[in-house]
């Protein structure tokens, strides 16, 4: 299918990883929050707030499944996406769709700002109550379809090098790495 090698799985904390672009799993406010919103606010610091309010005057927030982005502050990442997850109703309010839009538009972001390594935490399975197996498969479909069908060629002539989600949890890690290995059968 496509070059599995350029979407891989780790457990760790996203505040720690390297990459060009990490995404934060915020909410449409943009004001920061709890879980993994609340941990890249305190390591990148107070620039990335003081960016999400003038991205909040300019345009009102962020809707559920859109994304925007902004510096990284005291990350090694050049940028954070912030996108905001759907909360789960049950699935029948098109949750599904708005979780495939936040990993669709926040790689659509990278691209344009020319990232070549993108961090993904796992969106909507915390606080917002996505059932985790249904948000694994949904994140790695929607990545391996990005990366095969769009025009990936970011504006400095590369390519995305790689896609990485970083797991907290032992379930969302052996979920991700089973969606990825039916990749290769
Ligand atoms: N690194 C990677 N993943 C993490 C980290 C971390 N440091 N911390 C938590 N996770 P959640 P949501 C995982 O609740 O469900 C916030 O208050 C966590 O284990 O952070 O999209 C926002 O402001 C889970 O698997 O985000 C919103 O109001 C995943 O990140 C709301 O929560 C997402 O959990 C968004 O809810």
Known sequence: MLTPAKI????SDITKVKADAIVNAA????MGGGGVDGAIHRAGGPAI?????????RQGGCK????????????????????VGPVWYGGNKNEAEKLSGCYKNSLQLAVENNCTTIAFPNI??????????????????????FLQKED????TGRQVQKV????????????IEKELSKLLD
């Open 27 to 30: 909410n449409s406010s943009l």
């Open 152 to 155: 990936i060629t970011l504006p």
């Open 8 to 11: 891989q799985v780790i457990r």
């Open 164 to 175: 990485l989600f970083v797991c907290f949890d032992e379930e969302n890690f052996k979920l």
């Open 49 to 57: 707030l003081e960016e999400c309010r003038k991205i909040v005057a």
């Open 124 to 145: 909507s399975t915390g606080v917002y109550g996505f059932p985790k197996n249904k948000a694994a498969s949904i994140a790695v479909h929607t990545v391996a379809e």
């Open 64 to 83: 559920t499944g859109e994304a925007v982005i902004t510096t990284a502050g005291n990350l090694s990442a050049k940028f954070i996406i912030h996108t």
